[in-house]
């Protein structure tokens, strides 16, 4: 299998709380970008001491109660479904904090991580505050909600993105990288993809590839499998009867998304 490609690991971490995916630089060629995905059963609690790492919490479905010892966030987030296909909240947490995660629901959690040193204060960002776009044009449609982009100084390094895909179109398309530390044309941030897929039994392909192929892996990616992007052009196809849903988190020395698209297939923003 791929070692850009990751399954549900869904391995009982704790009480009512099953962790179903957990990336870092320990197990994965990422050293700027990390994530948890983490189910809780109600009533279930998960905490966690950050060091030099920040945070942001993302309430995927379900409902929870965040807390960082001073400031308590209660019954946040927006929906049971991520096909809802509307924006949720979240929380950032800085460097050098502890938090605790509390289920009011069945909840399922998204935990996004980046290395930090300045500290922050503690964030809501609610469903309000997520900026809504559609991109794209003709088989390249595609919605997005923005939870922390570069746009929002509320974090030092992270960058976090929801984008609904509609059935038999193409998402980070054409194709797009940002592997290279050269502002103002191109910033280098690390990537990771977590997808959801409607309805569950549907698949998407997702192509990394680099300029000289020295990378160049096309993965079929069923619902709540991840997918890493340490470098290179990471298209998404999405076959004919299903939606796709996908998380992003990015990092990278500079907190600045700034892409370049392949040269081959840029001609395709030029039609009429």
Known sequence: MSKLLRKPMKETIGEGVTLVHDVSSDNSDLNYVGFKVIDLEPGAKYDESLVKEECCIVALTGKITVTDG??????????????ERIPTDSVYVSNDRSFEIKAVSNARV???????????PTKLI?????GIENRGQYSNKRLVHNILPDSDPSANSLLVVE??????????????????????????????????IDP??????????????????????????AVLVPVGYHPVGVPDGYSSYYLNVMAGPVRKWQFHNDPDHEWILDRK
């Open 70 to 83: 001073t400031a308590i966030f209660e019954n946040i987030g927006t929906r049971e479904s991520v096909f």
């Open 110 to 120: 998204v935990l996004c991580y980046s290395p930090s040193e300045l500290q922050l």
């Open 126 to 130: 609610k469903a309000s505050e997520n």
């Open 163 to 196: 984008v609904f895909t509609e059935t038999g179109n193409w998402s980070s398309y054409p194709p797009h990288k940002h592997d290279q530390d050269n502002l103002p044309e191109e910033s280098f941030l690390e990537e990771t993809y977590y997808h959801e």
């Open 200 to 225: 569950p039994q549907g698949f998407i392909f997702q192509r990394v590839y680099t300029d000289d192929r020295s990378l160049d892996e096309t993965m079929s990616v069923e619902n709540a499998n």
